[in-house]
């Protein structure tokens, strides 16, 4: 059974159509990397498939948990949301909380766990994504964006999602602190979690990649392995786009 | 003028000052009640309740004081009694809370929804991300955000009414005010302009405890902290 299966997603906003019959099938364990031109719809794919944005027509199901978009109801939605978790471009740490509250904080209001447990936790996991002891009493705003973006990180592996969003998530840091997030999230990967990622970072996808998409126009132009897209594409748009970021990376 | 006299007078005033905070408190709770519904109504997608809301907020905005003061002493025993039901029972101090209650409780709506939307939509949005409902994501990330941005505002607000509670001895209460007033009648007005310095005084330095109060609060509230607003 595919974790995460999207059919025939239609996103309207008034009269911009910007998603056009997505359709995709998404393998436990898999990475997935969606590569596109600003504006094909990416992030709007993403929001889709935790109903941040519901979609006007389609399904997404997740776990076999199967939500219509046309009529949905909020319990779905929130059943939904509990099985997968988001990170975000500019992070959306919860800006009243510590780094170390951000992680606790959907572990006791959503998962109910005792305060205690929770911050155990949460210790564990930040440190894996390597913030110490003596950053877990920091306010976001306090931290570095690698910092801040890990910590996003951290908030959304608490939860043990079955599938984690990322929506460009290095884009919005510094070009020197690009690494340690990838690093991080290339961490993430390895421990066989299913991802979809949203970026322009193509050396990372050629890495972590275990598929490609490319979109364009709020459809899926190609998908395979990262070795084909992102080598040998078949389609000239893929061939166009590629070289464009590949120029302007350089 | 007998500028000596003032201090006199402070002894005296104060025993009517219960009554000046009574009005205050009472009129910030329910100014504070009123607002929030009423910023809910001007925040809902509901075009009828959201016009509805935006209405009052307009009028209560629009109508001095003392003229909303004058329509319900005045006005609304007479249209109650149409409909049959006496309001002579009623003190003239809950006219002047439900005055400065209706008034203030536009500005209260207006500071709530400002501040609401002033919170990062992300941070909603990232609350719905790890599973939060609306009511927790508004009590756990909304609305203590919303609160920061809003202390500034609601000392204000708070401010402004406390001075308009000077108001309350038109319709006969005795507050500060009415003291003022009964003090200076007993001497003929002859030490009139000394009583209301007096009251001058002890309302001016109520203010500047209150604007400490908010800042210091602020500073409390936000410390080791920004606030995470919208754009
Ligand atoms: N809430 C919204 N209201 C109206 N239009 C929107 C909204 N969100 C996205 N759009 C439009 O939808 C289109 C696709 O946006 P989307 O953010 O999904 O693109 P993207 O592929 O993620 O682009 P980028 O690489 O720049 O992030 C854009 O034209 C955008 O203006
Ligand atoms: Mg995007």
């Known amino acids: ?250 | 003028m007998n500028l000596a006299a003032i201090p006199s007078y402070f002894p005296k005033l104060m025993t009517a000052f219960p009554v000046t905070i009574r009005i205050t408190v009472e009129s910030v709770i329910f100014s504070l009640l009123i607002g929030a519904l009423v910023s809910v109504g001007s925040l809902s997608k509901n075009k009828a309740i959201a016009g509805i809301a935006k209405g009052y907020i307009a009028f209560m905005r629009g109508i001095p004081t003392l003229i909303l003061i004058f329509l319900l002493y005045l006005g609304l025993p007479q249209v109650m009694k149409r409909i049959g039901i006496n309001m002579q029972g009623i003190s003239t101090i809950t006219y002047i809370i439900a005055t400065l209650s209706l008034s203030t409780s536009a500005n209260m709506a207006e500071m709530m929804r400002a501040s609401y939307l002033a919170v990062n939509k992300g941070q909603l949005e990232a609350a719905y991300s790890v599973g939060m409902t609306f009511r927790t994501a508004f009590r756990r990330i909304i609305f203590p955000q919303a609160f920061g941005i809003a202390i500034p505002t609601l000392g204000n607000n708070i401010i402004m009414m406390f001075k308009e509670t000077s108001l309350a001895f038109t319709v006969g209460v005795i507050d500060l005010l009415g003291k003022g007033r009964a003090i200076s009648s007993a001497s003929y007005g002859s030490n009139r302009l000394e009583v209301y310095i007096a009251c001058g005084i002890i309302f001016w330095l109520c203010v500047l405890i209150l604007e400490r109060v908010t800042k210091f609060t602020e500073n409390i509230y936000t410390r080791g902290r920004k606030q995470a607003t919208a754009k």
């Open chain 1, 1 to 250: 059974m595919a974790k995460v299966e999207l059919t025939n997603i239609h996103k309207s906003f008034g009269d911009n159509h910007i998603l056009k019959g997505v359709d995709m099938s998404i393998e436990e364990g898999e990475v997935v990397v969606i590569l596109g031109p600003s504006g094909s719809g990416k992030t709007t794919l993403l929001r889709t498939i935790n109903f941040l944005d519901a979609a006007d027509e389609g399904s997404v199901s997740v776990s076999g948990f199967k939500v219509d978009c046309k009529k949905h109801r909020k319990s779905e939605i929130i059943e939904l949301r509990r099985k997968t978790a988001m990170v975000f471009q500019n992070y959306n740490l919860f800006a009243n909380k510590t780094i170390l509250e951000n992680v606790m904080e959907a572990l006791v209001t959503v998962k109910k766990y005792n305060k205690k447990d929770a911050e155990k936790a949460a210790i564990e996991i930040l440190a894996k994504v390597g913030l110490g002891e003596d950053r877990l009493h920091f306010y976001p705003s306090q931290l570095s964006g690698g910092q801040q973006q890990r910590a996003g990180i951290a908030r959304a592996l608490i939860l043990n999602p079955d599938v984690i969003l990322f929506d460009e998530p290095t884009s919005a840091l510094d070009p020197e602190l690009v690494g340690e997030v990838l690093q991080t999230i290339k961490a993430v990967a390895q421990t066989g979690i299913t991802m979809i990622v949203v970026t322009h970072e193509i050396a990372f996808a050629k890495e972590v990649a275990s598929r490609v998409i490319f979109m364009e126009g709020g459809k899926i132009v190609e998908q395979g392995p990262p070795e084909e897209i992102l080598v040998h594409p078949q389609e000239a748009r893929t061939k166009e786009f590629l070289n464009r970021i590949i120029n302007t990376n350089a």
